[in-house]
């Protein structure tokens, strides 16, 4: 069975827990905010989001193995989050997500921050190039770059 499906209600809980607790690990020591990372963000609230509108599950997909370990998010040809629960990394998790949106969306480009290196050489390893674009993160100091397939 493929471990890659539409994301469900049911999962609202550890898509919550995924970009809370990634975020928190691969942001925080760009942004050096712990107001925003531990107080702004939490799990909680944003499994209320998407309960009280299941409608922003659309385009999400989880790689579920018995439970869900990280999740993708894509509108047309763009991929707009990839997480993948930090007990996960490493295992290509990541990789297969891509892969899929990329197989069958034929995703074309995503926006990554750009003192995000872990992030960078995992996209580039994958096939993405920077654009040339670049672009303010709203409502930070920090940059995000866009990158494309194949660019």
Do not use: C
């Amino acid at each position: 069975m493929d471990p890659i499906r539409k994301a469900e209600l049911k999962d609202v809980s550890r898509i919550a827990e995924i970009l809370i607790f990634t975020k928190r690990t691969q942001y925080r020591p760009i942004f050096n905010d712990d107001q925003v990372s531990f107080g702004e963000m939490q799990v909680l609230p944003t499994a209320r989001e998407y309960l009280d509108h299941p409608e922003k599950l659309e385009g999400i997909w989880v790689y579920d193995e018995g439970f869900v370990k990280g999740l993708i998010h894509v509108e047309g040809t763009e991929i707009k989050e990839l997480y993948v629960d930090p007990f996960f990394q490493g295992e290509g998790i990541g990789g297969k997500l891509m892969a899929f949106a990329v197989g069958t969306f034929g995703a074309q480009s995503l926006w990554v921050l750009e003192k995000n290196e872990s992030a960078l050489g995992f996209y580039r390893a994958k096939g993405f190039s920077p654009s040339g674009e670049r672009e303010l993160e709203e409502g930070t100091p920090e940059y995000k770059l866009r990158m494309v397939r194949g660019g």
